[in-house]
């Protein structure tokens, strides 16, 4: 294990946030739904960082994802069966251009008046990269993006029949952290403050410390302990900001730590379960968000000594899944030409 953490200027430096928008996320793949919130023949609009998304889901279960902008003069495009486009296409509230479910042009007023020929097969919304692995659909912005068995690859081995199951009952919450992205995404990886700081909540589900066994992967990690009576937690790290729980008896935890700006984040999170009914599914959100609540008021504190270059002090071996996506991490920065 490394015997540092990272120096903490990384975390108040605008170049280095630009360059972990631009290059370090676009490396790879980010959870945006889970497949049971779409239906056949249905499509959604879906917020990314600032950017509008479509997911469409044909009738045959064929996703796929555009970026909410018409490839006309680039207006938000209004979802079919809408007030404002009562239609089963995808309409341009500004010139009235319609496209299907695939994204391919379907019709355009005065299609003759137009300086040079339009032909509607030329003409499609911009896709994004995206793809199915396990309960989640998953999109890329990059044209060579690492592999996704590669970037979660523990999930799909210490998990299988979890990661293949239907879920179809599903919560979400967001807030806003006043604290660098990476500072709760170290958080959410250190194991070493779980007895101490959530000792009345998260301590007492995942239970005793000698119970705790870790497992590592090239860009993957997981603290697998023990439940009670139902089987093991399963706390995947993974990246570029994600975190999975899967527990046993309930369904799938997912948190997102999206960068804002350099010194806030947006914590996403999303629950789904296939056993729990809505009551269950929100009193079991209610758990999660009182030991969220308790890491808000550390990373935040963590934030303002951060801002002072305040010197580290040394990981303990309970904190080596920070240490393990944070040598990643150097790998970047040191092909990227930043040396520390």
């Not at 469409?56 to 938000?76: A, D, M, Q, Y």
């Not at 999975?244 to 789904?272: D, F, H, M, R, S």
Request: with cysteine; charged share 25%.
């Amino acid at each position: 294990m490394s015997t540092s953490f990272l120096p903490t200027w990384l975390y108040s430096e605008q170049k280095i946030f630009e360059l972990e928008l631009e290059n370090y996320s676009k490396n790879y793949w980010h959870p945006l739904i889970f497949i049971g919130e779409i239906k056949p023949g249905e499509i959604l609009e879906k917020k990314f960082f600032n950017q509008s998304l479509l997911i469409s889901c044909s009738e045959k279960n064929l996703i796929t994802v555009f970026k909410n902008r018409c490839p006309h003069r680039g207006s938000k495009l209004c979802l079919p069966k809408t007030k404002l486009n009562p239609s089963k296409n995808i309409f341009c509230p500004y010139h009235g251009w319609t496209f299907d479910s695939f994204g391919k042009l379907k019709t355009l007023p005065l299609k003759y008046n137009f300086e040079t020929k339009i032909e509607t097969e030329d003409y499609f919304l911009e896709k994004v990269n995206s793809l199915i692995n396990g309960p989640l659909i998953w999109i890329n912005f990059s044209k060579k993006p690492i592999s996704i068995d590669d970037q979660i690859e523990l999930v799909g081995r210490k998990c299988n029949d979890q990661w293949d199951m239907n879920y179809s009952i599903f919560s979400e919450f967001s807030d806003t952290l006043n604290c660098n992205w990476k500072i709760a995404h170290d958080n959410t990886l250190d194991d070493y403050h779980v007895a101490i700081a959530h000792k009345d909540t998260l301590h007492k589900e995942q239970g005793p410390i000698k119970n705790y066994r870790y497992f590592f992967s090239e860009f993957c990690n997981v603290l697998v302990t023990p439940l009670s009576s139902e089987g093991n937690l399963y706390t995947f790290g993974l990246l570029p900001w994600t975190h999975l729980i899967i527990w046993p008896g309930k369904g799938i935890v997912l948190i997102n730590y999206l960068p804002k700006n350099i010194g806030q984040c947006i914590i996403e999170i999303k629950l789904a379960s296939a056993s729990l009914c809505k009551n269950d599914l929100e009193n079991w959100k209610k758990s999660i968000l009182e030991f969220l609540g308790e890491d808000k008021v550390i990373v935040e504190s963590v934030h303002k000594s951060y801002l002072e270059n305040f010197k580290l002090g040394p990981p303990n071996r309970l904190e080596q899944r920070i240490i393990h996506w944070q040598n990643i991490y150097k790998d970047f920065l040191n092909a990227s030409g930043i040396s520390f």
